[in-house]
């Protein structure tokens, strides 16, 4: 019996040491990154920027057109869509850059005040057609000019949304200015190894984000209706595409040599 027992207490002498060591070992890792290493070494983050001028224009435009049946408001759109459509050819536009984004039939409805008689309620006045289509240029000194065509083209029924300025080709700026970033980021850490009175090791963690923000410029107004009418219109639209600022994050982490 007594030998049963000592053979107790040691088991659970055993599973209270494991139990222990169990609680104060923690996870090491999130994802991929080991937290511990963190701990050691020297980590730094830098940051490279470059400007870019932008050589492609994106516009949003179209046609809304409002009558009091769908087959009339459906006839008015398409006659007013297929004379921007031909305006935009005429100016170089090529089929391939002019893509549909959004189609919507909706009904027209006004609130009807109630009578003695009768409830107040919502009576359908008419349908609205909504066509909007994004048209990619490629020469931004003619987004001006195309616009203001587009607009004689549609007359009333033109929309014109809105219009981002890109770059077509982006690669080289991001590999630029991530360049910058991984620069500075040895700098920095370097310049920390140094002050410390330390040598500077290998890379054992390493990673990369970049940023491309689009330059918006808004082209319509608001009326009292809160729907979106076109800009007044003007001879020779002024357009300005201004630059674009592309944007590398690195962080770096190195390990203290020996």
């Known amino acids: 019996m007594k030998k049963f027992w000592l053979v107790a207490m040691s088991l659970v002498l055993m599973l209270a040491v494991v139990g222990f060591s169990g609680c104060t070992a923690g996870p090491t890792t999130i994802g991929t990154v080991d937290i511990n290493?963190?701990?050691s070494g020297i980590w730094v983050s830098g940051e490279g920027k470059v400007t870019a001028t932008p050589d492609v224009v994106i516009l949003n435009?179209?046609?809304?057109?409002?009558?009091?049946?769908?087959?009339?408001a459906q006839a008015a759109a398409t006659e007013a869509m297929d004379k921007v459509m031909q305006?935009?050819?005429d100016q170089g536009v090529d089929e391939e850059d002019i893509q549909t984004q959004y189609f919507n039939i909706s009904e027209d409805r006004r609130w009807v005040e109630p009578l003695p008689d009768k409830e107040g309620?919502?009576?359908?006045v008419g349908y609205r057609i909504t066509n909007i289509v994004t048209v990619k240029?490629?020469?931004v000194s003619k987004a001006g000019a195309i616009i203001d065509s587009v607009v004689t083209a549609g007359g009333d029924l033109t929309r014109i949304n809105s219009i981002a300025f890109s770059v077509d080709e982006p690669r080289p700026y991001y590999e630029d200015a991530r360049d910058l970033a991984i620069e500075y980021a040895q700098a920095k850490a370097q310049q920390l190894a140094d002050k410390a009175?330390?040598?500077l090791g290998k890379v054992t963690y390493m990673t990369e984000s970049s940023y491309y923000p689009g330059s918006i410029y808004?082209?319509?107004?608001?009326?009292?209706?809160?729907m979106a009418v076109p800009a007044p219109a003007v001879i020779e639209t002024a357009i300005s595409a201004g630059e674009l600022e592309i944007t590398a994050t690195v962080q770096?982490?190195?390990?203290?040599?020996?």
């Open 137 to 139: 240029l490629r020469e």
């Open 197 to 199: 009175g330390v040598k």
């Open 87 to 89: 305006a935009l050819k």
């Open 218 to 226: 808004r082209n319509y107004y608001v009326g009292d209706s809160g």
């Open 252 to 258: 770096v982490a190195y390990a203290i040599a020996d």
């Open 61 to 72: 435009l179209g046609i809304e057109s409002s009558k009091p049946t769908v087959a009339e």
């Open 121 to 124: 309620k919502q009576e359908i």
């Open 37 to 39: 290493s963190q701990q």
